[in-house]
């Protein structure tokens, strides 16, 4: 079953909170890479709820559309085979 929008949001905000810590707090080294990464998460969440509300607002609801968020979930699961692939 695929995440929610809630999910989406609450991840958005943990992404959110985590980038305000590393630019702050974090050293120069470790920053750029990581903030780098975090934009794009934060890039990836705010499409797929942009496309989720884009769909939700049509007369009729594509739901396949809807649930992948128009092609969306595509680039945060290539995301994560990527971060899997450099891990391990």
Not at 1 to 24: A, C, G, H, I, W
Request: hydrophobic share 45%.
């Amino acid at each position: 079953m695929l995440p929610t929008n809630q999910y989406f949001r609450s991840q958005l905000k943990v992404v959110d909170s985590r980038l305000k810590q590393l630019e702050r707090f974090g050293t120069e080294r470790v920053r750029a890479a990581a903030l780098e990464q975090l934009r794009e998460e934060r890039e990836i969440l705010n499409l797929v709820l942009l496309n989720r509300r884009v769909e939700a607002a049509k007369r009729v609801v594509d739901l396949r559309r809807w649930r992948t968020a128009n092609g969306a979930l595509a680039l945060a699961e290539d995301e994560t085979e990527v971060k899997a692939a450099l891990a391990g």
